[in-house]
């Protein structure tokens, strides 16, 4: 059946046959149309944020959190352009989204208009595909199209440009059923290479699976049949920042996370293992650390659904291109299929070793005086909350590394934060989109002052929809990160590393009309954690802690991961050498 | 079987499937990619090249099947295997992108070149200019008393060749198409 609508009509009508409940937006000029045939339905909630990178994050955080894509709308110009670093963002970490930009009439493109700039262009690098559609009648189809793009294959952000007149315009409707695409990729993986992998399964001596974002992208099922084969063979398992949750942290299996500032046994078992089975991680510099002394006696397999992340750094053994849940149904299958044999006996020893590293005890602390150790702040947090129904989601710096040290999460979708880019501003946002996905669940945005500051408008979105976003900001009044690298890199000159001028949080919060909470002694945290669980409303909750407390474990860049700097006793003063200062 | 222990006729990606081991030996690779012909499809192409920093030796591009909607990007590149197979994967993961095929190592082809040599010359070089174009198959498409222009297809190494022999007798400018290229037999 084919209805006739207008464009803007169209972009509503496209959002609800792709089942989409929530947008977050900003209104503008060029976008006027739809935001005036918004007004006018009661299927679509439309989330006014204050700033176009806050959509963006909030889109990302509501699509990590549910499965489902996130949808922002924005305008012309400066709206668009605002988005660029969310897009990015979600590009970095294969996050679905679409996006929804206006543009100026189809007659003045090229003329350099008022809020005019070639977005497809602007945009082109950082999405997974764009599209300036210029007929009404290629709207609906392309809208279609956009969802199927960005939730198939490698998931990412596209951007739908929508000149002004092609929104009032009116055209023929397209449903989705009726739109074909030629983007349909590989799921299913090699059975040769499958086989082959099994075979390494049962002859290995030291494996160790290293899993990564690509598990929690491929589903739910995905996270199942991992638990499934991590249970069935009793390997170790640990993943990259952005997996975490798809294997639970109190699995019997789990050895915590890896890399820079990951844990130490994670690290010793990937440089010392003779099999490392990769599963939906692309070996990104913050795993490898110096690449030539990678895991070097190891035999690696690699899963993605991605052929470019296959051997563009790392060379594998194994390569097996396509989805996780996919190949690791048929890999199940295989190996059970050929007896369910490992090498028990030097699996058995492996985790001797591995269980000698656990007693290094990498992340211990001892919370002393009337300062909040940030690590106990997070310790506390964790344990106050961990029978919760619980999503976290994270700024970028110190914290981001502590918060994904010190909390424990069960399952995928939980634990959202900006790896690839480092977005500082990205964790308040993206909680008010987990927030709207997820009405009833505690949601928390673990943060530093700084990076909170940087979308600190959002307050007033959290506020007009009642969005119950706990704001836990660890406050040392530095740049944490930068700060420690100075220390270390930079003869401790802390260049421009103090946040100077520090808004009163408590009163910031009260000025949008939220609960503001100052903790600064580690005798009343519990409680004032507690007063913020209990408050039924957005919480700024300013927790003052050590100032110049660094971020440990690391592997300092340059460095092997058998290398490792271990807790506030260790030797870092030139710890990072010339070639590995150029690396960040 | 390659060092990798795909076997020849695998079901995985062609592009992919072709992977050779890792080694620093720079290669020249010819690449034909099938497009959708969208607005910015080559845009998409040349930014990647730009962005990942590969190297575009030469770029042709024209639309083969107007009905179906396709161009036809034809790319000489050079770097090492690995990056030549990152290249492959890379291109493959654009969506408007339809086929990657290397040229190189997939069996034999043929790769043609068109250039227009402008020579200016009188007397001996103009008789010389147009015995050696007669060599070279070379044809006259414009004449006036003291200049030729030439058209001469054929490989790169053909081109190159002509025009290190007409550098000597009044060569002024050279248009060249880039490289064209197909696979031999079906």
Redesign the interface.
């Known amino acids: 059946m084919t209805k006739a609508m207008t464009g803007a009509k169209m972009v509503v009508q496209a959002l609800i046959d792709q089942g989409v409940a929530t947008v977050f937006g900003y209104p503008g000029g060029a976008v006027l149309p739809i935001y005036d045939e918004i007004f006018q339905q009661n299927s679509i909630k439309h989330v006014l944020v204050r700033h176009e990178q806050g959509a963006v994050h909030a889109a990302e955080g509501y699509a990590r959190s549910t499965g489902k894509p996130g949808v922002a709308l924005v305008t012309s110009g400066p709206g668009a352009t605002n988005a660029v670093t969310g897009l990015t963002d979600a590009l970095m970490d294969s996050i679905p989204i679409v996006v929804l930009t206006g543009q100026v009439p189809t007659f003045m493109i090229g003329s350099d208009a008022f809020q005019e700039r070639d977005t ?2 602007i945009t ?2 950082c999405t ?3 599209w ?1 559609v210029k007929e009404t009648d290629r709207l609906a189809p392309t809208l279609h199209e956009a969802f199927h ?1 960005a939730t198939s ?2 998931p990412g952000p596209v951007v739908i440009d929508i000149p002004k007149d092609v929104q009032f315009a009116t055209g023929t409707y397209t449903e989705a059923r009726q739109v074909e695409t ?2 349909n990729p ?1 799921v299913k993986g ?1 059975m ?2 499958i086989t ?1 992998l099994a075979k390494a399964m049962e002859t290995a001596k030291r494996p160790i699976f290293y899993t990564g974002g690509g598990v929690i992208n491929s589903g739910p099922a995905a996270s199942q049949l991992l638990r499934e084969l991590v249970g069935a063979t009793g390997f170790p398992i640990t993943s990259t920042l952005m997996g975490l949750g798809c294997y639970p942290a109190s699995g019997d299996n789990w050895i915590g996370m890896l890399g820079m500032h990951g844990l130490y046994e994670a690290n010793m078992a990937m440089h010392d293992c003779d099999l490392m089975i990769n599963i939906g991680a692309r070996f990104d510099d913050r795993i490898t650390g110096r690449l030539d002394a990678f895991s070097p006696g190891s035999k690696k397999a690699h899963i993605d659904i ?3 992340s ?3 750094v790392i ?1 594998v ?1 194994i ?1 097996i ?1 396509g989805d996780v849940a996919h190949v690791l149904e048929d890999l199940l299958n295989v190996w059970k299929a050929r007896g369910r044999k490992t090498d028990k006996e030097n699996v058995q020893k492996w985790w001797h070793q591995i269980n000698d590293w656990k007693k290094v005890d990498c992340l211990k602390f001892e919370q002393k005086g009337k300062v909040i150790k940030p690590l106990y702040a997070l310790a506390r947090l964790e344990e106050l909350t961990k029978k919760h129904d619980r999503y976290i989601t994270t700024e970028v710096g110190q914290h981001q590394m502590w918060a994904a040290q010190y909390l424990g999460f069960e399952d995928p979708n939980r634990w959202m934060t900006s790896g690839g880019l480092g977005t500082m501003g990205y964790g308040f946002p993206a909680s008010i989109g987990v927030q709207m996905g997820h009405p009833d669940a505690l949601v928390i945005n673990v943060a530093g002052e700084a990076s909170w500051l940087m979308n600190m408008q959002e307050l007033g979105t959290a506020m007009q929809y009642g969005l119950p976003v706990k704001q836990f900001i660890l406050n040392n009044e530095r740049l944490g990160m930068v700060r420690q690298w100075q220390e270390l890199l930079h003869g401790e000159r802390y260049s421009s590393s103090w946040s100077e001028s520090l808004p009163d949080f408590v009163k910031l919060a009260e000025a949008f009309g939220a609960k503001g909470i100052i903790c600064d002694n580690p005798d009343d945290l519990d409680d004032a954690i507690i007063e913020m669980l209990n408050h039924d409303g957005p919480v700024l909750f300013d927790c003052l802690v050590e100032k110049h407390e660094n971020c440990f474990p690391m592997i300092p860049s340059g460095k092997p991961h058998n290398e490792m700097l271990l807790g506030e006793n260790a030797d870092t003063a030139n710890a990072i050498k010339s070639d590995g200062a150029v690396m960040v | 079987m390659s060092p990798l222990k795909i076997k020849k006729g695998s079901t995985s990606h062609s592009a992919y499937d072709l992977r050779p081991s890792f080694s620093d030996k720079e290669e020249q690779h010819t690449l034909a990619v099938l497009v959708e012909n969208e607005p910015g499809v080559l845009a998409r192409v040349i930014g990647l090249f730009s962005g990942r920093g590969y190297n575009i030796d030469s770029l042709t591009v024209a639309e083969v099947d107007h009905l179906g909607h396709r161009s036809r990007i034809t790319i000489v590149t050079s770097g090492t295997p690995q990056i030549i197979t990152q290249i492959k994967a890379q291109l493959g993961r654009i969506v408007d992108v339809h086929k990657v095929n290397d040229l190189t190592v997939e069996g034999p082809s043929v790769e043609r070149e068109l250039a227009l040599f402008k020579v200016e010359g009188t007397g001996d070089h103009r008789i010389e200019a147009i015995r050696l174009a007669d060599i070279f198959r070379a044809n006259v498409v414009d004449s006036t008393l003291n200049s030729f222009v030439f058209e001469i297809t054929g490989t790169s190494e053909k081109i190159d060749a002509f025009a290190e022999l007409m550098q000597p007798l009044g060569l002024q400018e050279i248009a060249r198409t880039g490289v064209a290229a197909l696979s031999r037999g079906t």
């Open positions: 497809v262009g082109r690098p997974k595909h764009n300036l793009i294959g490698r030629h983007y590989q090699d040769e290479m082959e991605d052929a470019s296959i051997n563009k060379k053994d390569p291109l």
